[in-house]
């Protein structure tokens, strides 16, 4: 009830209702508290105050995995940091590469260079020639850098903990990259080939 009115509902008064019983005022102020709790919520939904609610496991999952252990026990920046390196070994597992890590691993999947023996490349779409394909490709290279510049790296060189709800956001940070690698087409240099070839001879 405290929770609900203020002062707990306190004002309302006391004695005897019409039939003589007493306490009666506890029951008037539970039903103000329920009326109370209606109208918070017609305010909250009509106005715009209704904001959806980010759940940790409704994220991609590798980032959820790599992060779940740390997190429900409330270690949240090394659950961030957990995640980044989840995502990473992800990466690696998709291209089949141990050489390059982190930043550079994703400078070179999703470079526009076509694919090399031993450097294949990641496509989130067809390459047609369009801005949209270089523009694309270049913003996740870029925000890739940027997640690592700005999450991965501070989480591994600092100290102090984190808040639950700047850990949630570096997740869902994580979790939107995450999700354009998982759903990325793997190009070796022996599949960009047989791509040009069917391009040029238009089967």
């Known amino acids: 009830r405290a929770r609900v009115l203020p002062g707990g509902g306190t004002e309302v008064r006391t004695g005897r209702n019409k039939a003589g019983k007493r306490g009666y005022q506890h029951g008037e102020a539970a039903e103000r508290g329920r009326a109370a709790l209606a109208r918070e919520e017609e305010v909250r939904r009509n106005l715009g105050d209704d904001a959806p609610r980010l759940s940790a496991s409704h994220l991609h999952t590798w980032i959820w995995d790599g992060a779940r252990s740390l997190w429900q026990s409330d270690h949240y920046r090394e659950a961030v940091g ?49 801005k949209t394909y270089q523009s694309l490709h270049r913003g996740v290279m870029a ?17 102090g903990e984190l808040s639950e709800d700047e ?33 040029r001879w238009g089967s």
């Open 143 to 159: 925000y890739a850098e940027g997640c690592y510049a700005a999450i991965r790296n501070p989480i591994a060189h600092s100290e």
């Open 82 to 130: 957990a995640a980044a390196r989840k995502l990473n070994a992800e990466t690696q597992n998709k291209l089949d590469r141990r050489d390059v890590s982190e930043t550079d691993l994703f400078k070179q999947a999703f470079s526009l260079d076509a694919p090399k023996p031993g450097a294949p490349r990641l496509r989130l779409i067809t390459d047609d020639g369009s």
């Open 167 to 199: 850990g949630l956001e570096q997740l869902a940070a994580l979790s939107c990259h995450d999700r354009g690698v998982d759903r990325a087409q793997r190009r070796r240099a022996l599949d960009q080939l047989l791509v040009d070839a069917r391009a």
